[in-house]
């Protein structure tokens, strides 16, 4: 599907032996993805000859660093197919993003007694801000059920809707289960019901195609980080008809038009949204990651990830007392698992000796645990420059891990 030796070599981290003896098996990507050269060299690069602050700036080096930035912007809008790059906002990330719907949706179209629906596998980011809103609104969240095997239980939502229902907010991909939510379905049954719906991206974009368009999701939120991208730069879209009528987030430069101490005005979209300086070295970084997956194919990576992780999840099954939790059809590149009665915690720590990073705990999904019955998982998730030879040396590094207790 695509040259996996030559991707690796992109990737110079996954060069690195760790503990002076195990090539590094990096099996975290769920949590952070590794960045390709040609991210960190035009993040470089702008630093050393670019570097200028963004907008206003009537120098040739301001000038240009705002073309850059208004680029990255473009291809962002490309990338995720939004009808226009007004409804491309650059923020911290998914949580940021999650955080600046919960804030200023609220502030705009909702009061005490009204109701937010998510669902039940939803990282802590996805609760918590409409929490603190909830809190502050006297707003009540509604949560969509699973089943056991992870999967929405679309009935049960359909009946969560009533006359103070504003919003829906779910996940496209768990970051524990690896389900994929059938986020079309979910935005449709949200319009009929005449409320918009956010989608969390976070887990979706580094695996297959986005097309916001098609989607008809009215909010979708994700993280550079996690798709080979630099930290502290995300994105959220929004449609126009919603952001237009949001307050702003935060008070500060680039999001005025005029000010007074009697009256401010602000400015046009997405900038509304975009107070303060900008990380426009991180958006630049954050539009290579994106035109580095594209030259790849994310048709390519997918099928090369489905077929990677159906693997991975047949040796895993192999093993003696193996569980591995999620959906068994319709699972993205997130293998959660837990073998007999061995702490996730010892498992992730031993695998870690023999230089293969995986995740332990509960992964900011505390809510979810609880539904399973479980206090964490042990959690291996799968990228694009992950190889065969990657799962070998976790299945036989858990099977090591196995016969020491
Ligand atoms: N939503 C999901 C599904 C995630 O997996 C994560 C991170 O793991 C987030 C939101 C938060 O992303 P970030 O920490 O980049 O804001």
Redesign the pocket.
Known sequence: MYDIQKVRGDFPILGRVLYDKYPLVYLDN??TTQKPRCVVDAMTDEYYNVNANVHRGIHFLSQQATDLHEASRETVRRFVNAGSSSEIVFTR????S?NLVATCFSDAFMKEGDEVIVSHME?H??IVSWQIVAQRKGIRLRVIPISDDGVLDIEAYKGLFNERTKIVSC?H???VLGTINNVKEIVRIAHEHGVPALI?G??STPHFGIDVQDMDCDFFAF?G??IYGPTGI?VLYGKEEWLEKMPPYMGGGDMIKTVSFDRTTFNDLPYKFEAGTPDYIASTGLAKALEYVSDIGLDNICEYEKWLTEYAVSEMMNIDEMVIYGPKENRDAVISFQVGNIHHLDMGTLLDRLGIAVRTGHH?AEPLMRRMGIEGTCRASLALYNTKEDVDSLVNGIRRVCKMF
């Open positions: 769920a949590a990330g998914t949580t940021e999650i990282h980011s996805n996940s991909v768990s970051n969390d976070a887990q993280s980080h996690k995300g900011c």
